[in-house]
């Protein structure tokens, strides 16, 4: 990575590096939405009683290498530390703002596997559900104390992916606490990225040159297909590119709920039973 | 990235990279009962119909920066491509090898909310817990689609996380679906990295900087502690320094399912209160 990117350039002061980040960061979106739930929540948490605030941060942060993007450095966490700290905060007294990774652990979650869903619950014999009853206590006690935290005010949930999303909501948090002084902590256990590409050094990506590299793969690793999609229409329509035609697969738009994976496993299916017979011959 | 490491180095012969890419590879773990698993899978979807089998990958690779990893370059991919694919495929007849990364999108939960648990169900009054009514049928039917398709011996899925896991187990596949020839399909719906680093050229990080490295940042961006631990023995013991003192916090053993965050909370509790007093005088 680039040294100039580095948060901490020994070369800047801090305020210096600090005011970088913040003007190469790309618009953080709905930020006026959280100042207004957070204010809503530092309010609540004040007016009646002068409840102690602790902003907990949980999970690592990416930072975007592509300005659309797919890939990205990521500090990996899980988010351990912050779910249970929140939940030991939230005993003691204090209301939690959880500024947490999309996807890592939540609090009064832990004992559960990770796909608490499919893992969790199984189907009755009238194809009703319930609770595997391993797994009964602790379901139950997530749903119930994660739902009465947040009923009683005094948990406050806002998710985040990329290091500009992270430092941009950490900035609103820290602006809207002012206000409490002293009874305000923040405990940051989040893994934040030690460095950032600035949002305007970041190669797109051409998507005139699709077709040229599914065609480019079928023979370099001898595919019987390749599906080629573009990032933005991918869920209407891709390309099947097989060496001998290119079939545009759209979705069918006049019923609702539909996949562009629908006509797509069809078309596939229906080579590969072609395919199979052929062989057989 | 250094070009030695691409996966797709122009100056070696395809054979000369993969070979190259397994020989560089951490060895895989469980790869006996994968194998286990797979071969139990095709054969039970063989004999008494000669179904067909699809393997379907699918969500992004991640290239591991240090052996004990915390740092990745991740190939970002949701997995709603491979997860729709993978119904749409069961609905055609096909068995499938669902090889998936961790995390991403499962099969028959594409409707529902990203922490399904929390969002999709609610406390009653008698704190049992119920789904909630907009989310009443998008529950059930995943449940019962997902446990309909596993029980009745047509869906296996198998995580991974990095490109080594991934490759390592998509060859573990290729072997096992040998036996039934045409019958096999490959869907790559994974994003898959097109660079690695090898396993024996990843540098470890150094335990013994770590309260060095702790005092540096307390002075750094005047804070009023910071909690240190080590990777290996997160969940047991943490340092809280804060310049005057180092605490070691330690998890209490001689309860189950205690956490070291209890203690950790408590201290960090104390402490605040204390600061608040002293600031009031």
């Known amino acids: 990575m680039d040294a100039e990117n580095k948060l901490q ?25 959280i100042t207004q739930k957070l204010n809503q929540f530092i309010q609540r948490n004040s007016s009646s009683s002068a409840r102690r605030i602790v902003c907990v941060t949980s999970g690592g942060t990416t ?6 993007c797919v890939r990205y450095v990521d500090n990996f966490s899980s988010g351990h530390r912050g779910a249970t700290s929140t939940e030991y905060f939230l005993k ?33 014999n009238d194809l009703n559900i319930q609770v595997r009853k391993d797994y009964s206590e602790a379901v139950k006690s997530a749903i119930v104390d994660y739902h009465t935290a947040v009923a009683g005010g005094h948990l406050l949930k806002l998710p985040f992916g990329t290091i500009f999303e992270y430092l941009q909501m950490l900035q609103i948090i820290g602006i809207s606490m002012r206000c409490i002084g002293q009874r305000a902590m ?11 590409v600035p949002w305007k050094d970041m ?3 051409d998507s005139s040159i699709l077709l040229k590299k599914a065609n480019a793969a079928l023979e370099k690793y001898k595919m019987h297909a390749v599906v080629a999609n ?5 869920k209407e329509q891709v390309v099947v590119t097989t060496g001998v035609d290119n079939i545009t697969v759209l979705r069918d738009n006049s019923e609702p709920a539909n996949d562009v994976e629908k006509p797509l496993i069809k078309l596939l299916s229906e080579r590969h039973a072609t395919y199979i017979e052929d062989s057989g011959r």
Chains 1, 2 share one sequence.
């Open 9 to 33: 350039n020994e070369g800047q002061s801090l305020e210096a590096q600090v005011k970088a980040f913040f003007d190469s960061a790309p618009p953080l979106n709905s930020s006026h939405e």
């Open 63 to 68: 930072a975007p290498l592509e300005q659309r």
């Open 92 to 124: 003691a007294g204090y209301a939690v703002i959880f500024l947490y990774r999309r996807g890592s652990f939540q609090p009064f979650c832990r004992s559960l596997p990770e796909d608490p869903l499919l893992e969790c619950f199984e189907p009755t």
């Open 186 to 196: 923040f405990y940051l256990a989040a893994a934040v990225s030690d460095y950032y």
């Open 203 to 205: 190669l797109e990506t």
């Open 230 to 234: 573009e990032l933005s229409t991918r």
